[in-house]
């Protein structure tokens, strides 16, 4: 039997560590990081800079492409490119803290909000390496929308918009109103 107030027991609501699910959300985002690495890796090692290799005609193509810009690759060919690098590694950074500590604070369990983070903090870090090691970000999945080219992508990307996605998804669902603790 727990104490009144120790973690873990019914009074408090917390939960021991091994008890709550930051440790596995931290593997979702480990996961992401893995295998956007093992792609950009793959990519790189198999395709040359600009080169494709067709999957589905006129519809996806795996690519080599560097993005030293931000998403769509606004400012890849800014006057300066070294300010840009700062800016965008910096917000990656600070996204990547922010993220951390939601995680931390919300990681008692899973929910939309909590597994969209875990993608999103997963596909940061993963740019996130590509810019601090590279100075530009792997892009690699070119996908074509009838006749109209999207601008090439990585798992990191996909991650972090799928995790979006979860977000707006969750802040269109009805939220359930908070249960005030039960006296005893």
Same mark, same amino acid.
């Given at each position: 039997?727990?104490? =009144?107030?120790? =973690?873990?027991?019914?009074?408090?609501?917390?939960? =021991?560590?091994?008890?709550?699910?930051?440790?596995?959300?931290?593997?979702?985002?480990?996961?992401?990081?893995?295998?956007?690495?093992?792609? +950009?890796? %793959?990519?790189?090692? @198999?395709? $040359?800079?600009?080169?494709?290799?067709?999957?589905?005609?006129?519809?996806?193509?795996?690519?080599?492409?560097?993005?030293?810009?931000?998403?769509? &690759?606004?400012?890849?060919?800014?006057?300066?490119? @070294?300010?840009?690098?700062? /800016? %965008?590694?910096?917000?990656? #950074?600070? %996204?990547?803290?922010?993220?951390?500590? $939601?995680?931390?604070?919300?990681? !008692?369990?899973?929910?939309? /909000?909590?597994?969209?983070?875990?993608?999103?903090?997963?596909? $940061?870090?993963?740019?996130?390496?590509?810019? *601090?090691?590279?100075? &530009?970000?792997?892009?690699? *999945?070119?996908? @074509?929308?009838?006749?109209? =080219?999207?601008?090439?992508? !990585?798992?990191?990307?996909?991650?972090?918009?799928?995790?979006? #996605?979860?977000?707006?998804?969750?802040? %269109?669902?009805?939220? +359930?109103?908070?249960?005030?603790?039960? !006296?005893?």
């Amino acid at each position: 039997m727990t104490a =009144p107030n120790s =973690p873990g027991s019914p009074r408090t609501g917390l939960r =021991p560590w091994g008890a709550r699910r930051l440790p596995w959300l931290l593997l979702i985002s480990a996961l992401v990081l893995f295998f956007d690495r093992l792609t +950009k890796n %793959l990519v790189a090692a @198999h395709i $040359a800079l600009g080169s494709a290799i067709p999957v589905i005609p006129r519809v996806l193509r795996i690519t080599h492409w560097t993005n030293s810009g931000a998403a769509f &690759s606004l400012f890849a060919n800014s006057a300066s490119p @070294h300010t840009v690098r700062a /800016v %965008l590694t910096t917000f990656g #950074c600070v %996204l990547v803290v922010a993220v951390f500590i $939601a995680l931390v604070y919300l990681g !008692n369990r899973f929910t939309l /909000v909590t597994v969209a983070l875990a993608l999103v903090l997963g596909g $940061a870090l993963g740019n996130l390496h590509d810019r *601090i090691v590279y100075g &530009s970000v792997v892009d690699f *999945i070119e996908v @074509h929308i009838f006749t109209y =080219p999207w601008p090439d992508f !990585n798992v990191a990307d996909s991650s972090i918009v799928i995790g979006g #996605c979860l977000l707006f998804l969750d802040s %269109l669902l009805p939220q +359930k109103p908070a249960t005030p603790p039960a !006296n005893s």
